[in-house]
């Protein structure tokens, strides 16, 4: 239900007092101009007073106002209750609009928009909705802007919802930004951070020129949906981020004769449509945010707000120690897989025990790696689990693990294709040639386009179908391809139109995601490959889990990946393995050995046969390396709820043979863990300041190479720091685990 947001009265409150009381439990956000705003305990308030209006969180305050020329003005954006001020008042704000007749940036009187009204609704998770809808003249497009907050979350969320009221087609509709706001110039540049996902890295730019941060393509991604805005006077941040998978894009761009910065974010490309009469839109959903701190206070208010507004509940005792499995080498696999199964769950203490490519009817038997050999069947190959994925997925059951599978939507095998009665008329297609992707040894591959109604029920019709049938627990979707090709379908047969193939494609992709999580909201969905991976959009719609990358070796390069990932995403959402490499098949020392094994633990952690080979396996492991996996996962099991928790980088990103630490604080301040890594540098000693811990508290110190305990006061370990002594191996490691001293451990 919409309430209305009523005209405040010229002098007084005209209720009686009981009236009053039910308009605040009702939450109809209504406000007397000649008092100050009245907060109710259990929402967000909304108030008014003559044409500006103002939301409130408790934690966020915007204001705009709304002129009777259209205009939508953008008048503050602060913290509360510091009040840094954000916003460059006066100036137009909204989203940006590009078509044949419109070009909007914000909502401007010149705009030729007038305003329909606006109304509040209340939303899940303490949320509150405020509802701005405007309406163009010429063309009758209603745009309908709306923001969302929770009580007491420095976040706002914005989308915008576009609908043809008219008798005419709007042609060539381009951009759609429903994030349009205009930042003063400040006497220092902004800093501007981002995360890139192609090759894990932080990025970091003074402001001087114009900005673009850019998502990537299908297969082919850049960064990462999240900015972060600094204003280094003050230690202020903005932070952005947009929940959307590919083609869009971060503008920063001055405005004004230099004396503001308009900050943008939206589609940029494969998203150009006409919209029909009586037709509607929505765009990706963006939110914005205020932090006070450093780049870490920044990251961890953004993963705040995701666990507590976007990402499904992460279930207790996540996240969950893996192993990922699969073979291409022969037929019979069934009892090998079932054999590593038991020592999964006996000897390593694994909890989501899962089937990754090569399950299917037809896959590949020739030990080639040929994973796509056999892809669009959803049938077992009987050849390779005699009594089927069902007696494997009990099995597994039945040792006390959590059983997941691989699938991989969008790529066909054409060799399959008329077998599982999957037409060309499904197939994506770029200047009227399908796209085929060719591999040396392999079949050709073709990709279904998720942006036609047939091929999204067929998708969805057959995971569920396994979801039930196999009783799963885990589902890893990978939108792998060839790197780097941009598959973007400009068919008109498909039910989208030539220029927003990618866009209606995404929109496929999440409403089957959306289809999984409804019916099974404790299946937990992994995003994988290129494009999809860090994908805030996957989140919204049920992915739970991130799998970094295939890039997992050697133990620095993964922990460069986790450290930079961090940013973007909780790293109990980030997965990493650890995998049969050089560094785990040749002779290390023991100290080297728990490095490797700890350099997978600060996130989501597991084992993984990546090639297809089950040679792989870990109970093939030389007996020292398996022997310090299982101590590593013993040790996991004890800290790994912190890992959704506040996250601090100790050093600095990406520096090659220097010293590298990371820590994880609860929000309570009652418990941390830190991990160190000498990472090959010369000097053997350290001292470390750690964060996120109450001053006046003591802590009891584990130092989990020894064992030994120590007591040290919040405020000394804070100031002073904690020293770290690693002098036996140039990569070895250490984890200092911390809690209150009346804690039990």
């Keep these: 239900m919409y309430f209305a947001i009523r005209p405040p009265a010229p002098t007084r409150c005209p209720f009686p007092n009981v009236t009053l009381l039910i308009a605040l439990v009702l939450g109809f956000g209504w406000i007397c101009e000649s008092t100050p705003a009245l ?4 929402h967000v308030v909304i108030s008014e007073k003559g044409d500006r209006l103002t939301l ?23 913290r509360v209750p510091a009040g840094h001020e954000w916003a460059m008042p006066g100036t137009a704000a909204g989203v940006n609009l590009r078509s044949d007749l419109l070009a909007l940036t914000g909502f401007s009187a010149a705009g030729g928009f007038q305003q329909v009204g606006h109304t509040q609704r209340r939303v899940p998770r303490e949320g509150t909705e405020l509802s701005i809808v405007l309406e163009h003249r010429a063309t009758r497009l209603r745009a309908t802007l709306l923001l969302t907050t929770h009580l007491n979350s420095p976040v706002i969320d914005l989308s915008l919802r576009l609908h043809n009221f008219g008798e005419m087609p709007l042609r060539s509709l381009a951009r759609f930004d429903p994030l349009s706001i205009a930042l003063p110039m400040r006497t220092r540049p902004y800093n501007a951070y981002w995360v890139t996902r192609n090759s894990y890295a932080l990025h970091e730019v003074e402001v001087r020129d114009k900005l673009t ?8 991604p850049s960064a990462a949906g999240w900015l972060a805005l600094q204003d280094p006077a003050s230690e202020e941040f903005l932070i952005a981020g947009i929940e959307w998978e590919r083609h869009w894009a971060f503008d920063l761009r001055p405005e004004d004769t230099g004396r503001a910065w308009r900050l943008s974010a939206g589609l940029r490309r494969a998203a150009t449509q006409d919209l029909a009469a009586g037709a509607s839109l929505e765009s990706p959903h963006v939110f914005l945010g205020l932090a ?27 996240p969950f120690v893996c192993y990922d499995i699969w073979s291409t080498e022969q037929e019979n696999v069934e009892r090998r897989i079932l054999d590593e199964a038991h020592f999964a769950a006996e000897r390593l203490g694994v909890e989501v025990f ?20 056999g892809l669009g069947s959803y049938t077992e190959d009987r050849r390779k689990f005699p009594n089927g994925l069902r007696h494997l997925s009990d099995a597994v059951h039945g040792l006390g693990m959590k059983f997941g599978l691989w699938v991989c939507p969008e790529m066909v095998d054409v060799t399959v294709m008329e077998r599982e009665g999957i037409p060309n008329e499904w197939m994506t297609k770029a200047h ?7 591999i040396g040894g392999w079949n050709p591959m073709q990709m279904l386009c998720t942006g036609n109604s047939a091929v999204e029920q067929h998708l969805q019709k057959q995971l569920l179908r396994l979801t039930e049938e196999y009783k799963l627990d885990w589902l890893k979707w990978d939108a792998s391809g060839l790197p780097g090709l941009d598959i973007v379908c400009d068919r008109t047969d498909h039910g989208h139109q030539a220029g927003n193939g990618s866009q209606a494609a995404v929109n496929g992709k999440y409403r089957i995601l959306d289809a999984l999580h409804q019916k099974h909201p404790a299946l937990i969905l992994e995003q ?12 919204r719609h049920g992915a739970r889990a991130n799998w970094l990358s295939d890039s997992t070796a050697p133990s620095s390069h993964v922990r460069d990946n986790v450290m930079a990932a961090a940013y973007v995403l909780p790293s109990a959402c980030n997965v990493t393995w650890v995998m049969r490499d050089a560094e785990v098949s040749k002779p290390q020392t023991p100290a080297f050995l728990d490095t490797i094994i700890r350099s997978r633990m600060m996130g989501g952690f597991g084992f993984g046969t990546l090639h297809g080979s089950l040679t792989e396996c870990v109970s093939l492991y030389p007996p020292n390396v398996a022997a310090a996996a299982i101590r590593g996962v013993k040790d996991y099991k004890t800290f790994r709820h912190l890992l959704a928790q506040n996250a601090y980088h100790l050093t600095p990103w990406g520096k090659t043979n220097r010293w590298q630490g990371m820590q994880f604080a609860a929000r309570n301040h009652r418990e941390a863990v830190a991990f160190f890594f000498r990472n090959g540098a010369t000097e053997t000693e350290r001292t470390f300041k750690l964060r996120g811990l109450e001053a006046r508290t003591d802590y009891e110190i584990m130092r989990l190479n020894s064992r030994s305990k120590e007591f040290a006061r919040g405020d000394r370990l804070m100031q002073e720091g904690q020293a770290v002594t690693l002098a036996g191996d140039p990569e070895e490691s250490e984890i200092l685990w911390l809690k209150a001293k009346d804690s039990p451990r």
């Design 39 to 42: 907060r109710a305990a259990d």
């Design 528 to 539: 994988c490959s290129y494009g999809t991976r860090l994908d805030y959009g996957m989140g």
């Design 292 to 318: 006070h701190g450093d780049l870490d206070d920044a990251a961890n208010v953004t993963h705040d707000y995701l666990l507590a507004n976007v990402l499904p509940p992460l279930p207790a005792g996540f």
């Design 354 to 373: 899962y089937h990754d490519a090569a399950w299917y009817r037809d896959s590949d038997i020739t030990n080639k790696e040929r994973w796509g050999v």
């Design 432 to 438: 009227d040639q399908f796209n085929i992707q060719k």
């Design 213 to 220: 941060v850019d998502g990537g393509n299908w297969n082919g």
């Design 56 to 78: 409130d969180s408790g934690a966020i305050a915007l204001e705009l106002e709304l002129s009777s020329n259209g205009a939508v003005l953008l008048q503050s954006l602060r």
